[in-house]
């Protein structure tokens, strides 16, 4: 499934050389940007994706921009957010981190902080 994934979302991938560009840049500007973050082999990382694809109609509702990084191929941008588990969804608005969700807790919890932060 987790191929699909990123063939059903095709989120852009973001590096810790280019996160501050992204995330700041003007087609962001008063939007909601999501970061995944995810790595190979993660059942964890898996369940996630596969909820997120089951429920694609509902999770195109939120109005936001979505990046995603491998933290197993990008080490300095995990470090950077000090993670430790994933996957972890860090969200930003105007270049300001307002939260993170970890671990994934569902598509309706999930749905609901969303919303919340949109």
């Keep these: 499934m987790a191929a699909d994934f990123f063939e ?4 852009e991938q973001i590096t810790d050389e280019e996160f501050a560009v992204k995330i700041n840049a003007n087609e962001n500007a008063d ?12 059942p964890n990382c898996e ?3 596969k909820v ?3 429920r694609k109609a509902e999770v195109d509702q939120l109005d936001m921009k979505w990046y995603q990084a491998n933290i197993y191929e990008d080490f300095n941008l995990a470090t950077r957010f000090g993670i430790f588990g994933i996957p972890i969804f ?14 994934f807790p569902g598509f309706e919890p999930f749905y609901e902080a969303v919303s919340k932060l949109l």
């Design 52 to 54: 997120l694809v089951d």
């Design 8 to 11: 059903v979302y095709n989120f």
């Design 90 to 103: 860090i969200f930003f608005k105007n270049g300001k981190k307002l939260g993170k969700i970890s671990p």
């Design 31 to 42: 939007k909601l940007v999501c970061v995944f973050f995810w790595g190979h082999d993660c």
């Design 47 to 49: 369940v996630a994706r």
